[in-house]
């Protein structure tokens, strides 16, 4: 139960601080929770196999009666990812704007939950009464369309939460972020202000949406086969200015990569794309047109494995390969832990004599976040009286945290909290008052927190050191009546490792030897002894330790 006083509120963050990625928030006030999006986070190297990282909502499970909404500030996948996952179990009304909507509907209807769910469309710069919370939305420019900040109204004073934003002042759909509302916003007196910090290390001002489209015009001018374009499939923007440079210099533009599919399908439903009648063709007619016509617009500028350009560079697409002279534009920065696999695809494609384009090298890329000065104008239009860094790393967090002190924010009023962290302002005090359980939760398959430590310990030995299975049938007196046999993968190969097989099997022999001299037919000892000689062996051999797998058969 929430222990809120009268003109106090609390926040509990349960992702996106001390990461980038499952952004999630909750508000409560008035015995009411108000939750503020539902991100995923793309796994790390060290998480083997697993497909999607997601908040821990055990707290909200507990208390799901009080919670009264969900509102989301974007359509971004570490902003609305996880909604698939917590609506099964919080039945809650979700709000968000119209593209924001549009692209959840497509995942939730892809896990047969659309019909069952509550959305409530909202525009930019109307609010909505949520319990006992009114939540107004805020424009903000972005990498993707519709995206807004938000103000929560609590009986301490209002909550702007600025996750994710920039000022552009020449965003291509010309709605400017509403500087006026967070200027009144600070006139009247902001309780707290939870603002992006992707960018908190670079200074001066984040490049305007418009000059990409500059870029990518050049590279028509200059293009005189096919040209390739990959780019984030949620950046509409983007995505309509490699349109219009296809109207103008006369070619046809074919699509591939499924979420660049739909978000297209989805965009131009909603009304956020102009393309003109013919411009669009299949990827199949592609090859029926000079090369000098083709543009494909494309998934895989993060480098990932089945993405549409990888499967190009690596020359494994079922229906495009990249020829000598072909114009690839990698529109787009590599993720955090994407870096090496985006550096693996660009070097494929380069020794496939395409002439690549990247952000290393030109202003093909501009970034959705705020830098240092935005950071600065955000803080100064909203004059909070506590702030909190939110989406980013801890050095990104506490960078902004000093940025925050140097336009006037005290350094007791600033917190960077832990995941979890219960933290209850008022207008005379802010402070941490206990904690919640938090952290994450894997997604692997279809299994929804299935994998954990001990299972991802296994697959990290596994990846590094291989597996040796020992399969031995003995009686019910421990009398041994076939094996032990040894089957390896991943550790040595077997045909060619004869004579260490042969002696690991003469190891194995002697443990099971020992067992039935001293009586020893309990299964759990005859495989640790099975394991301690085995283990101890290669190790002094060849100085490896591979996960090794005893199976007993009793007849």
């Known amino acids: 139960m929430s222990n809120n ?289 083709v543009v494909l617009l494309m998934t895989g500028s993060q480098g990932e494995r089945m993405a549409a350009l990888t499967r190009m560079a690596r020359g494994d697409h079922h229906q495009i390969s990249v020829e000598k002279g072909d114009t690839i534009v990698v529109s787009a920065t590599a993720i955090p832990g994407n870096a090496k696999a985006v550096g693996r695809t660009i070097n494929q494609l380069f020794k496939r004599g395409a002439n690549v384009i990247y952000e290393a090298l030109s202003g093909v890329h501009v970034s959705g976040h705020a830098s240092q000065e935005e950071l600065k104008l955000m803080l100064n239009l909203t004059r909070p009286k506590y702030f909190f860094p939110v989406h980013g790393e801890y050095r990104h967090l506490h960078l902004h945290a000093k940025l925050a002190q140097s336009v006037g924010i005290p350094k007791e009023n600033i917190f960077i909290p832990d995941l979890g962290d219960r933290v209850t302002l008022s207008q005379d005090s802010g402070y941490i008052n206990g904690s919640v359980q938090a952290g994450r939760v894997l997604i692997d398959g279809l299994g929804i927190g299935d994998v954990g430590s001990v299972v991802l310990r296994d697959r990290r030995l596994l990846s590094e050191n291989g597996i040796l299975m020992v399969v031995v049938t003995i009686n019910k007196e421990g009398k041994v009546l076939a094996g032990p046999d040894i089957i390896s993968r991943g550790f040595v190969y077997i045909r060619e490792s004869g004579e260490l097989i042969n002696d690991a099997t003469k190891q194995v022999e002697k443990a099971l030897s020992e067992c039935e001299d001293n009586n020893v037919t309990e299964w759990s000892t005859l495989k640790s002894k099975i394991r301690s000689a085995l283990d101890s062996f290669l190790y002094n051999r060849i100085k490896r330790r591979p996960m090794i797998l005893p199976i007993i058969m009793e007849v």
């Not at 996948?77 to 996952?85: C, K, M, N, T, V």
């Not at 549009?102 to 009464?129: C, F, I, Q, W």
């Not at 995206?147 to 994710?164: E, F, N, Q």
């Not at 908190?200 to 096919?226: H, L, N, P, W, Y």
Request: aromatic share 6%; hydrophobic share 40%; charged share 25%.
């Open 5 to 293: 006083r009268i003109g106090e509120v609390t926040v509990i963050p349960l992702g996106g601080l001390g990461e980038i990625g499952k952004n999630m928030m909750v508000v409560e006030a008035n015995n009411e929770i108000l939750i503020v999006d539902a991100g995923v986070k793309f796994p790390e190297d060290e998480l083997y196999g697993v497909d999607l990282v997601i908040p821990d909502i055990s707290y909200l499970v507990k208390n799901k009666e009080r919670i009264k909404g969900i509102v989301l500030t974007h359509g971004h996948e570490d902003h609305i990812g996880a909604l698939p996952y917590v609506l099964k179990d919080i039945d809650a009304p979700v709000y968000g704007t119209k593209l924001t909507l549009g692209l959840l509907s497509g995942k939730l209807k892809s896990h047969n939950m659309l019909a069952d769910t509550y959305l409530r469309h909202v525009y930019p710069g109307h609010s909505v009464e949520i319990g006992s919370f009114k939540v107004e939305f805020i424009r903000v420019n972005h990498s993707i369309a519709d995206s807004c900040a938000l103000a929560i109204h609590t009986p301490a004073g209002p909550l702007v939460y600025a996750s994710d934003f920039k000022f552009d002042q020449t965003p291509i759909d010309g709605k400017m972020a509403d500087i006026h509302k967070l200027a009144e916003l600070g006139d009247e007196g902001v309780l707290a202000l939870f603002s992006d910090s992707t960018n908190v290390e670079r200074e001066g001002f984040t490049m305007s949406e418009r000059e990409v489209g500059k870029t990518i015009e050049d590279s028509f001018v200059e293009a005189t086969q096919k040209i390739f374009i990959a780019s984030f499939a949620s950046n509409i923007h983007r995505i309509q200015q490699v349109f219009d440079a296809a109207v103008k210099y006369d070619r046809k533009v074919a699509l591939s990569g499924r979420s660049m599919i739909n978000n297209v399908h989805i965009a131009l439903e909603l009304g956020y794309l102009n393309i003109p009648e013919g411009l669009l063709i299949d990827l199949k007619d592609i090859n029926r047109l000079p090369d000098h016509k």
